[in-house]
Each structure stands twice: as C-alpha cells, then as structure tokens.
C-alpha cells in the first residue's frame, strides 16, 4: 500500500562513516545498530569513543502525501528551540556547513540524514499517577514555549487534516467487492462522528501552536524516575493544544475501562493546568481527537490487512477490532 522505508541493507558501517564524518569529522564508529523509531524512517544508534549518537536517514515517503525537506527542518528546529529552553529534548548537531541536514545516496536514493544525542533510559512500562503528571507537566510545558515560537519556514504537514486525508486514501484503495465491509462501516462511524466533532467552532483556535503531533509512551523515555527525553519529533507541526493531548490520549488510555480512563484523565489534566491553561473546549476536544486516532489507525490496519490478502477473522484481527470499539465506547461514556 506504501513505501515508507528506507532500505537497511544499503546501511552499512562506511555508510555510516561517510555521515558521521559530515558532523564530527575528529569521530570514529566504535560499533552502531539499528533501532526502530516510527513508520517511516530509520535511526541507527552509534558508539564512538566518546559519544552516543543516533543517526537518523529520512524517507520521504508519508503516509499520505511526500514529506518535504522544509518538513524535516522545520521539526529539528523546533526540538532545538525547546532543548535550548530547558526542555529534555536530544541534542541535535549541526553539520561542519553549519546544517541540520545532509544527504546521502543509497542505491539509487539519495535520502536526507540528521544526527542526535542518544537519549537514555526506557519507555514507559506503566502509568503511574506520579509519571503521568510528569508526563502532564512536560506536554503543558512544551505547550507553553510553542506559543513563542517563531519557526523560519513552514511545514506542508497538518493534523487532522491527515486524519482526513489518511482515511480518505485508506477507503479509495479498497476494492468494491471486499467482505469486510460491515466491520470498517462502524470505524466509519466512529470517524465521520469524530470529524464531524471537530470543527472549527468546535476546536479552541486560539490555542493553534507548534506541536510535537506523535506523543506516546514509545516516543519518551524514562530514567531513575524522572523524563529522560522526548523525542521522535517527526511529526510536529502546527495544530491545536488539544490534537497534541488527544494523541498522547490514544497511548495512554487504551484498554481501560470508563472509570480507569476517568481517572487518568483526572490526573493528567490536573497537572496540566498547573503549568498551562486550559479551558473546557480543550479537554472535550481532546477526548474526541484521541477517538479519531483510534478509528483512523485501526482502519488503516485493516485495509492494509485486505489489500495484502490477510484475512480480518484470525483471532489477533477480531480481538483489535473488538478492543476499539470497547475504547471508543468507553471514552464516549466519559464525554457524556
């Protein structure tokens, strides 16, 4: 359905070299492997002797439209701007021709390259009420910086524009005669529903800022109890305050029942508003954006899971299915 990757066995170690030597010319590779970060793009981890590094090579392939090169510096600058205002973010190098960017050829391809600081630690393995009002605090905190940032160029990614338009795709590279149909008409539901929600009117366009567009507990590490780094700010770009919430939500509240979800959310917003300000709007806006995501993300699954031949009835496929309807309708009880 996409070609999203970049081809890992073109990666190798004087590859690997030719790159780092672009950013840290006096920097050898002691040993380096590749992590996986994300859909699209690859990040390889690098040890030198006295460094710990990723590099990451960028498709240029989307899930919905190509992704430009103004679209990838637009994001580096914005996780440079908030590490340099005290947010836990990877250091991001600059190139000896003073670039965020390189490139470089593999194959046939030639593919933009960044270079980071590696950030330690681990992904979340449970909520606890203390590390989602860290997790509050950090997201209210980069809410907070964005409202002064000044990018110098513009991005051509959108949020719930791509929710749309991701959607949209999904439905029109289907065949007409698929027997699934009954089981993607009630995400269809759930979508159109969510969309419909979303309106301008709906949504506190006041609060339209830069934003990361992809938090979840993949995308932060955790060290000794405390945020080690956010990042993997690929995504980013300018939305609402309450797209940015609703996306973390999708992680967060997942496979919990309506009283569970009431409480973390409880917890969550509580912390939040202590660095930032929210008013109702955002908050119901935020639940209805983390719905979208669960509809939109499942029904891509499934038609990919079509138009690859695989059938929606193994029990794997009828449990995730069963999972967001159960999520959607207990969020809904919380909306109510």
């Known amino acids: 359905m996409y ?28 040993r380096y492997k590749i992590i996986s970060r994300g859909w699209d793009d690859i990040n390889i981890e690098i040890h030198t002797r006295t460094k710990h590094l990723v590099l990451r090579f960028y498709s240029l ?18 996780m440079e701007y908030l590490g340099k205002n005290e947010i836990p973010t990877p250091k991001i190098y600059r190139s000896i021709n003073d670039s965020f960017l390189i490139s470089i050829r593999l194959g046939t391809n030639k593919h933009f390259v960044s270079l980071s600081s590696f950030v330690p630690g681990k992904n979340i393995e449970n909520y606890t009420k203390d590390k989602i009002r860290k997790i509050a605090r950090l997201q209210a905190g980069i809410h ?77 590490h955790f060290l000794d109890s405390k945020i080690a780094g956010i990042f993997d700010f690929e995504d980013c770009h300018k939305g609402t305050i309450s797209e940015d919430i609703g ?31 929210l008013v109702r709007k955002d908050v119901l806006s935020s639940l209805r954006y983390c719905i979208l995501k669960w509809a939109v993300t499942q029904y891509y699954f499934n038609t990919n899971d079509i138009l690859e031949g695989r059938s929606l009835n193994t029990k794997e496929n009828k449990q995730h299915n069963k999972q967001t309807s159960e999520n959607v309708k207990n969020l809904n009880a919380v909306l109510c």
């Open 3 to 30: 070609n999203l990757k970049v081809h890992k066995k073109l990666i190798n170690r004087k590859v690997l070299a030719q790159a780092l030597e672009k950013y840290l010319p006096k920097e050898k590779i002691k």
């Open 61 to 78: 392939e989307k899930m919905v439209r190509p992704r430009l090169k103004n679209d990838i510096l637009y994001c580096l600058e914005f």
């Open 144 to 220: 907070k910086l964005s409202k002064s940032f000044k990018p110098k160029r513009q991005s051509s990614l959108g949020g719930m524009f791509d929710y749309k338009a991701w959607y949209s795709d999904c439905k029109s590279s289907l065949p007409t005669n698929h027997k699934y149909k009954s089981l993607l008409q009630k995400l269809e539901e759930y979508i159109k529903k969510s969309l419909a929600s979303l309106q301008p009117g709906s949504v506190n366009q006041e609060h339209m800022i830069v934003i990361h567009g992809d938090i979840s507990n993949e995308n932060l």
């Open 247 to 277: 996306c973390f939500f999708s992680s967060y509240l997942s496979d919990l029942s309506t009283r569970e979800m009431q409480m973390r959310i409880n917890h969550y917003f509580e912390a939040y508003r202590k660095v930032f300000e």
